[in-house]
């Protein structure tokens, strides 16, 4: 089955800084990685995704790139602000299974 | 956008009895829902996959008899604790497909807190 590896496992960066979280996986069939964000408490919310037919995507502050020969994918937030701050899973998707990294602790100190 | 209404939000329970989670599609249907458990600081532990109208699946080590699930209609799913003990307290949450939408994110609920004393 899918694994996806996830690193770091803590993140610490100051305000107004960028910080990057990486992603691999194993599965070539995986098709589909979304990025969620889970703040204390709740549950995990969709910030991102990407599609296999697309390197990379950008949202406001927020980017992806995948890079499908080497299975792996990242998520890059630039000029980080303090309500960024939350744990980050990365997932790769196939055939409506959907695989998670074990999540990056991001703090951004103000 | 897509939501999914999960409850209750935090639920105490006496050791032996039984608690039920509800996980909801609001405006928008979905054929499948997954059920997680999660632990202080770990990723999310798939437990099951609910389908409508069918059985669940459940994931290697999860007690289908302890975390009864049933998934009756297309907006809703349910997962039982029966017998809850102490070490099945635990934050749970679910999410669910748009059947309408492949390859698309999933939605999550705002998560169960579970304490059994």
């Known amino acids: 089955g899918e694994n996806v590896e996830q690193h770091p496992s803590t993140l610490s960066v100051q305000e107004g800084d960028s910080a990057v979280i990486k992603c691999t996986y194993s599965d070539s069939a995986s098709n589909y990685f979304p990025w969620y964000k889970q703040e204390l408490g709740k549950g995990p919310q969709l910030i991102i995704d990407i599609r296999s037919n697309v390197g990379e995507k950008k949202d406001q502050r927020i980017a992806v790139t995948l890079n499908k020969t080497a299975k792996h994918f990242s998520l890059h937030i630039t000029e980080t602000q303090p309500e960024d701050s939350a744990v980050y899973f990365c997932a790769a998707k196939d055939a409506g299974k959907s695989t998670f990294g074990d999540g990056t602790t991001l703090t951004v100190k103000p | 956008g897509a939501v999914v209404s999960q409850h209750p939000s935090r639920v105490i329970c006496k050791s032996g009895t039984s608690v039920k989670i509800e996980c909801r599609s609001l405006?928008?249907?979905?054929?499948?829902m997954f059920w997680y458990r999660q632990f202080p600081k770990q990723s999310l532990m798939l437990m099951a996959t609910s389908n409508e109208g069918s059985k669940a699946t459940y994931e290697q080590g999860v007690e289908k008899d302890k975390f009864l699930i049933n998934h009756a209609s297309l907006t809703l799913s349910t997962l039982t604790v029966t017998s809850a003990h102490p070490e099945d307290s635990s934050f749970y949450i679910c999410s669910a497909e748009d059947r309408g939408a492949y390859n698309s994110p999933l939605h999550f609920g705002n998560g169960t807190r579970l304490t059994v004393t």
């Open positions: 405006d928008f249907q979905a054929t499948t």
